[in-house]
């Protein structure tokens, strides 16, 4: 089970709301889904990363649409790319004539020609229904629009309303109002405010004295109806090209049409919302009479560090293929962590109903004697017991987790396994965790090739035994086909975690840690309350200790500069029910 | 990635293992062998059907199914190369599989390319000459009518296949450790 990890949504990298809120769950993302910004050295997550377009395509031709086109093609494809009006497959193009002659006669080889037709291949729709014939099978969109120019009255309207207001969007900025016209309006007024305004300025028979008394405190405008004029917006009034008239509205024919049909139809005929989602209101609404539509265009983005003064690209697609030019994502950068190996501890005979009994004593106290009875060792006392990860947890009972941590470093990393400190009121936690190994090391992910060879001589599974026979395993060399080259890499990889010195005396002295490749496994023991309910959930503090390459390159030769990196991740160990 | 998965046992008679590393089960119906490349290292699980022997009718040798490496054939699934009426006759086309593709339990696939880093869910019917782009993710049970191009990182669903969602940019590596874990944990009971 993979866990999720928490971004801080640039905000300085401090501990995150535990789960007991709700509202901390939009930080925490799978760790495939993060960023991470190498300057501002943090975790980004989709949420906060800015996003440009980088190119357009059109996903089912697969044809990269240049960005100057994309507006006027209204951001579909103009090539020949239509999808069905019933199930939104994509549509193919078929010639008329060998649908006939294929039936009839099948040896006659009879060369398929126009008239071309679109056909669904998902629900047999085809383009005779609405009447589309086309006599090229290139270019659809094309020939459509010279055949079928206006197919939705309300669009051609639409279009017209639109490029009136674009000329006066387009029109040069107004000149810079002089001291003397303080009355020019700025651009946000709308057309329908200096239209009140005017009409309140208008002069009127009779009430010449209000407008003189207005005038002269305009800061001296001249009566001059020119110069007031000065820095207004000129917009002609709009004409819509179509009339109710002229449609026939008046009279309600559209209606009695509508009602004809779908008495015809029944209720069956009217297409459903989705398809008719992205149309005007008005217009035909029955599923007989819906147009295959061109397939919208799909994007790549380019990926930015939110940051203001950082800004770095952290995803570049390459247009012409699946490749990245640039990618700066977090599995590279943390440990990736997952939870496994549920066993639930079975505590024999008269201590059965533990739970029970600890009800009555204080947490604090409940985790002395966890901390007891952990340092006596595996006692005969206690007993555990393999369960799965997918079975409901107990109230009242304990159990104990496998965490693994994979490096993805070429360095061997060190950690520090903590639980965070919530704020002072948080709700208390229907559980109680325990960490028997805060600090452990992690070796170096190796070359792929060793990596590989490594994998296939040992068996992919960890000793099934506790922690202790994982940790034997790493001293002894694996036995079977080991040959020369697995038993080197071994000991070199015990050298470098040696030579650190730093990590010396830790790496000498772990227990409780089982090693493998670049993977350590930790426990992690869990106490659910006997009132516990719902899911079981907490965050781990973890921070790594790695090398920094570049300080060590600038003179100061043997001594090496180690940095940390501080991360959250949140742990679903399962439901109590 | 996957420390806690565990190892995928079959009995050593039931597979074959060829010399470039891949497992064919011997309960698989492989027609045609001739016409089938496997590029090493790919799994062909119980039950699958590949059909090679529907070549195209023309004199000479034809490849009908090429698979890459890392790929992964489930249970019961059918491969089928796809066939229409060309110029007056019918005719086969060949299906091209490149690396790291798992193709779930139970599909009928009759693609004409599926490229690497794929991902086809149980009991998926994928149409005729379905392009399949590099790194895509088909969810069980979806339905792809014939000729549907599946662009690369989208996840699709349903029956007909919609596009439902696009994958994150760091499918590629996610989906190779998934193929190469699943053929390392693939191996003959102990």
């Known amino acids: ?577 | 990635m996957g420390a806690f998965d565990t190892v995928i046992t079959y009995d050593k008679g039931t597979h074959i293992e060829t010399d470039t590393g891949n497992k064919v089960s011997r309960k698989a119906t492989i027609a045609g062998a001739t016409n089938i490349i496997l590029g090493g290292k790919s799994i062909i699980q119980t039950g699958s059907i590949l059909r090679g022997d529907l070549r195209r009718s023309t004199a000479g040798q034809h490849v009908v199914i090429s698979m890459g490496r890392y790929c992964l054939i489930g249970e019961g699934a059918i491969i089928r190369p796809p066939g229409k009426m060309y110029k007056g006759a019918f005719t086969f086309y060949p299906v091209r599989i490149s690396d790291f593709v798992h193709i779930g339990a139970g599909c009928i696939v009759e693609a004409a390319q599926i490229g690497s880093g794929v991902e086809i869910g149980k009991g998926c019917i994928i149409g005729k000459f379905v392009i399949i782009k590099d790194l895509a993710v088909i969810l069980p049970n979806t339905v792809l009518p014939e000729g549907t191009v599946v662009p690369s990182m989208s996840v699709w669903s349903g029956n007909p296949g919609r596009i439902v969602d696009t994958l994150p940019e760091t499918y590629q590596e996610t989906m190779e450790a998934k193929c190469k874990n699943y053929y390392q944990r693939f191996r003959p009971a102990a």
């Open chain 1, 1 to 577: 089970m993979s866990l999720l990890y928490a971004c801080s949504h640039l905000d300085p990298p401090i501990s995150p709301l535990p789960p007991s809120y709700p509202s901390s769950s939009s930080s925490f993302s799978p760790l495939h889904n993060l960023y991470f910004c190498e300057e501002c050295d943090a975790v980004r997550c989709d949420q906060c990363v800015a996003v440009e377009v980088a190119s357009y395509f059109c996903p089912n031709c697969l044809f990269d649409v240049p960005s100057a086109n994309v507006r006027a093609d209204k951001n579909r494809c103009a090539r020949s790319c239509f999808s069905c009006p019933q199930c939104s497959s994509s549509l193919s193009i078929q010639a008329t004539d060998s649908i006939q002659s294929g039936e009839a006669s099948s040896s006659t080889t009879s060369a398929p020609g126009p008239p071309y037709i679109l056909t669904c291949s998902g629900c047999r729709w085809s383009s005779k229904e609405v009447g589309w014939e086309f006599e090229k099978p290139t270019g659809i969109a094309l020939q459509l629009q010279k055949t079928h120019s206006h197919n939705e009255p309300i669009q051609s309207e639409f279009d017209a309303l639109k490029e009136h207001l674009d000329s006066y969007i387009s029109t040069n900025a107004p000149p810079i109002p002089t001291p003397r016209s303080t009355r020019a309006p700025f651009r946000h007024i709308s057309h329908l405010t200096q239209m009140a305004s005017k009409a309140l300025h208008r002069d009127l028979s009779g009430m010449a004295g209000s407008s003189a008394r207005a005038r002269p405190r305009g800061s001296g405008v001249g009566k001059d109806g020119e110069k007031e004029k000065v820095g207004w917006d000129v917009l002609g009034e709009y004409e819509s090209k179509t009339s109710w008239k002229q449609l026939g509205l008046e009279s309600g024919l559209e209606d009695v049409e509508k009602m004809k049909k779908l008495e015809y139809s029944g209720v069956a005929g009217v297409a459903t919302l989705d398809r008719t989602w992205d149309k005007s209101w008005n217009g035909n609404r029955m599923a007989s009479a819906i147009l295959p539509q061109r397939i919208p265009l799909q994007t790549k983005l380019t990926k930015r560090c939110p940051h203001p003064t950082c800004r770095h690209l952290l995803i570049q697609p390459d247009t012409k293929s699946v490749r990245m030019k640039i990618k700066m994502v977090a599995m590279n950068y943390l440990p990736h962590a997952e939870l496994g190996r549920r066993k639930r501890r079975v505590t024999s005979g008269s201590s059965a109903g533990g739970g029970s009994s600890e009800n009555l004593i204080s947490p604090e106290e409940a985790e002395m004697r966890r901390r007891e009875r952990r340092l006596r060792g595996k006692g005969p006392l206690t007993k555990e017991e393999d369960e799965s990860m997918d079975r409901p947890l107990e109230a009242g009972q304990v159990y104990t987790f496998a965490l693994a941590l994979t490096n993805p470093l070429y360095d061997p990393i060190q950690i520090r396994l903590t639980q965070p400190h919530g704020p002072k009121n948080a709700p208390e936690p229907n559980h109680l965790l325990y960490l028997p190994t805060q600090h452990f090391t992690i070796n170096a992910l190796k070359d792929a090739w060793a990596y590989d060879e490594e994998e296939a001589e040992e068996d992919p599974t960890f000793g099934a035994g506790g922690s202790e026979a994982g940790f034997s395993e790493e001293g002894t060399v694996t036995t079977g086909t080991g040959t020369g080259t697995g038993t080197l890499s071994k000991k070199s990889r015990m050298s470098i975690l040696v030579g650190g010195s730093t990590r010396e005396k830790r790496s000498r002295g772990e227990t409780g840690v089982e090693k493998k490749g670049n993977t350590s496994i930790v426990g992690l023991e869990v106490e659910i309350l006997p009132e516990a309910k719902g899911k079981v959930e907490f965050d781990l503090e973890v921070r790594y200790t790695y090398r920094a390459d570049e300080v060590s390159e600038k003179g100061e030769k043997g001594k090496e500069e180690y940095k940390t990196f501080t991360f959250w991740i949140r742990v679903n160990a399962g439901q109590v029910e």
